[in-house]
């Protein structure tokens, strides 16, 4: 698998570029910065836009790339509703008057994404948002704002769940050590080192 990533938006987004062969992509969330994003994606073609979570922060690009790409959109079901509003993304109370088309898919938890010559299975994993989802796939997991380095997603946003976040993390724990995980903001790492380092990672 190959992973690219791209810093945009004001909040530092990761924005992430994955492909199997180097020509066909997904792109998970596309947070700002249409022509950046366009510029490193092209002769390659989009052949899907997938968003962790349904916040401003995360959608920013969404709609020039879309238009641009022909790229269908998908989004957990939960979270669906929030991209094309302001107000039920987030924006609106920072000032970012953002908002996404309608997505294209409904994305449930087991759900398979088969696009860019990868297959990257679903992990509802709420908490963030109600919505929020994990990608794994390869050994890589693209993890939102459900888990960062050494910390887990704020969950005092609306919709937020500090209990449903702490069943996400539970789950993700489960995962091999060797995971190597892609968040949403800030550096990699993985998951045998969040089993060491994370406070809010289970302990036996």
Known sequence: MIVERLIVGPLETNCWFVSGDGQRLVVV???GEPVRLLQIVGESSVEAI??????????????????????????????????????????????FDVEAPA????????????AGGVELAVLHTPGHTPGSICLLGSGHLFS?????S????????????????????????GLPDDT?????????????????????????
């Not at 997505?103 to 088969?114: H, S």
């Not at 050494?150 to 724990?173: Q, Y």
């Not at 969040?194 to 302990?203: H, K, L, T, V």
């Open 103 to 114: 997505p294209d898919r409904l994305l449930a938890d087991g759900d398979v994404v088969k």
């Open 50 to 95: 997938v968003l962790t979570h349904g916040h401003f922060d995360h959608i920013g690009a969404v709609a020039a790339l879309a238009a641009q790409t022909g790229a269908p959109v998908a989004v957990h079901e939960a979270d669906a509703g929030a991209i094309s509003s302001a107000d039920r993304n987030g924006g609106r109370a920072f000032g």
């Open 29 to 31: 969330d596309p947070a």
């Open 180 to 204: 190597l995980v892609h968040p949403g903001h800030g550096p990699d790492t993985t998951i045998g080192r969040e089993r060491r380092i994370n406070p809010f990672f289970p302990r036996a």
């Open 144 to 148: 939102g704002d459900t888990l960062f």
């Open 150 to 173: 050494g910390s887990v997603g704020r969950t005092d946003f609306e919709g937020g769940d500090p209990k449903a976040m702490a069943r996400s993390i539970a789950r993700l724990a």
